[in-house]
Antibody, heavy 122, light 114 residues
Framework: QVQLVESGGGVVQPGRSLRLSCAAS????????MNWVRQAPGKGLEWVAV????????YYADSVKGRFIISRDNSKNALYLQMNSLGADDTAVYYC???????????????WGQGTLVTVSS | DIVLTQSPDSLAVSLGERATINCKSS????????????LAWYQQKPGQSPKLLIY???TRASGVPDRFSGSGSGTDFTLTISSLQAEDVAVYYC??????????FGGGTKVEIK
């Protein structure tokens, strides 16, 4: 069965960096686009970034553009989110989510991980 | 920016009764070439990750009970729970995925038992 397991969250000081990972299993990872979505405490869902199945294309929300980088290693079935210049507004649970159609970057999300909490605080 | 506006923000429905949630997009999500509406609905139960309920505005995801249905086209969409069950208590989100970013979510609608 499809499994997505995020890791790398924690407490980080403002202005610092953090790298999240998402380990995928149960499907052919290299066939699907992948996303990061975040949810601030008590708030709604915010899409963060998407990367194409082959890693050649990526898109970002305006709120993270220029600070966050999404990447993937298809040989390791792994998705990453490099987060730089973190601020309090980046405090959230970060989910990785699979795109619901092979090779289609703009698509609904059919599987989600359990999330990893990032807290930006001094 | 494209905005998805959900209404109401919350609603309380008796067990077995109908729940209706609306989602209005500031721009059409209907692609005329394939006549598809690029809109999805998700359910997030307390303490859990979101789960896909509906995609292409009206297609139920695998394993989703048939009491959940989606309708609408263009800019106006509805998620209906025909007979509310206790396990349906959750926050429901709509999402557009029309061709270009961002993949915007609505603000969410909280469904509770009356």
């Amino acid at each position: 069965q499809v499994q997505l397991v995020e890791s790398g969250g924690g407490v980080v000081q403002p202005g610092r960096s953090l790298r999240l990972s998402c380990a995928a299993s149960g499907f052919t990872f290299s066939d699907y686009p992948m996303n990061w979505v975040r949810q601030a405490p008590g708030k709604g869902l915010e899409w963060v970034a998407v990367i194409s199945f082959d890693g050649n294309n990526d898109y970002y929300a305006d709120s993270v553009k220029g600070r966050f980088i999404i990447s993937r290693d298809n040989s390791k079935n792994a998705l990453y989110l490099q987060m730089n210049s973190l601020g309090a507004d980046d405090t959230a649970v970060y989910y990785c989510a699979r795109g619901g159609l092979m090779a289609t970057i703009m698509i609904h999300f059919d599987y989600w991980g359990q999330g990893t909490l990032v807290t930006v605080s001094s | 920016d494209i905005v998805l506006t959900q209404s109401p923000d919350s609603l309380a429905v008796s067990l077995g009764e109908r729940a209706t949630i609306n989602c209005k997009s500031s721009q059409s999500v209907l692609y005329s070439v394939n006549n598809a509406n690029y809109l999805a609905w998700y359910q997030q139960k307390p303490g859990q990750s979101p789960k896909l309920l509906i995609y292409w505005a009206s297609t139920r995801a695998s394993g989703v009970p048939d009491r959940f249905s989606g309708s609408g086209s263009g800019t106006d969409f509805t998620l209906t729970i025909s007979s509310l069950q206790a396990e349906d208590v959750a926050v429901y989100y709509c999402q557009r995925y029309y061709h270009t970013p961002p993949l915007t979510f609505g603000g969410g609608t909280k469904v509770e038992i009356k």
